[in-house]
Nanobody, 120 residues
Framework: QVQLVESGGGLVQAGGSLRLSCAAS????????MAWYRQVPGKQREWVAG???????YYTDSVKGRFTISRDNAKNTVYLQINSLKPEDTAVYYC??????????????WGQGTQVTVSS
């Protein structure tokens, strides 16, 4: 079994910063792509940023220049540095990963989410 556990969310003022972390644990052989999504109540979950196993990064347009995704493969952890926070960044942030388990199969996993609230 594999678990993804996020941390680092909280309440911050507009213009502030947060660093989200997501650590994967369990019967992991390796991890392919990792990503961050966010969801506001009543809306669909939105893809925010992704990173390949080799470190190539991708961002949705609305966060380019403010969000930075990174990973530590030795720790099976993905990070999201969020700068210049805006009230519209308020959401529950979820991490997602394509995990190669010890049998060689690839499964997709979600974390439980961490709340980010930005006050104006």
């Amino acid at each position: 079994q594999v678990q993804l556990v996020e941390s680092g969310g909280g309440l911050v003022q507009a213009g502030g910063s947060l660093r989200l972390s997501c650590a994967a644990s369990g019967t992991i052989f390796s991890i392919n792509g990792m990503a961050w999504y966010r969801q506001v109540p009543g809306k669909q979950r939105e893809w925010v940023a992704g990173i390949t196993s080799g470190g190539t990064t991708y961002y949705t347009d609305s966060v380019k220049g403010r969000f930075t995704i990174s990973r530590d493969n030795a720790k099976n952890t993905v990070y999201l540095q969020i700068n210049s926070l805006k009230p519209e960044d308020t959401a529950v942030y979820y991490c997602n990963a394509d995990v190669v388990v010890i049998t060689g199969k690839v499964y997709n996993y979600w974390g439980q989410g961490t709340q980010v609230t930005v006050s104006s």
